[in-house]
């Protein structure tokens, strides 16, 4: 099982509609990406290392997948549709990491 998880930087010009990515681009994502998507959870940062530090990360979402290769074919098709809809709740880039879930 993997883990795919999409980061979106903090900082103090950085924008996010959550209640957007939540009700429309996530739905999005798991109609698009249909049973090969065994799971989804999204994250707000509220906070840092240091009490009042902004969170480094605004959101994540974290996706789960058979596969690398189960991935690849369910959400490549569609990474342009996923794409085109990032200005309609960020103005930053999501960093994308791949992990192996362990435990």
Do not use: C, W
């Not at 990515?21 to 959870?41: F, V």
Request: charged share 20%; hydrophobic share 40%; net charge negative.
């Amino acid at each position: 099982m993997i883990k795919v998880s999409v980061m979106y930087p903090n900082g103090p010009e950085t924008k996010f509609d959550s209640e957007y990515y939540k009700n429309s681009h996530l739905p999005m994502i798991a109609e698009d990406l249909g049973d090969a998507l065994k799971g989804m959870e999204f994250n707000i940062g509220i906070g840092g290392r240091t009490p009042g530090a902004l969170a480094p990360y605004v959101a994540i979402a974290h996706l789960t997948f058979e596969s690398v290769a189960s991935f690849q074919s369910s959400f490549g098709p569609h990474a342009e549709k996923f794409a085109a809809d990032v200005p309609n709740y960020t103005n930053v880039e999501g960093e994308l990491q791949i992990s192996e879930i362990v435990s």
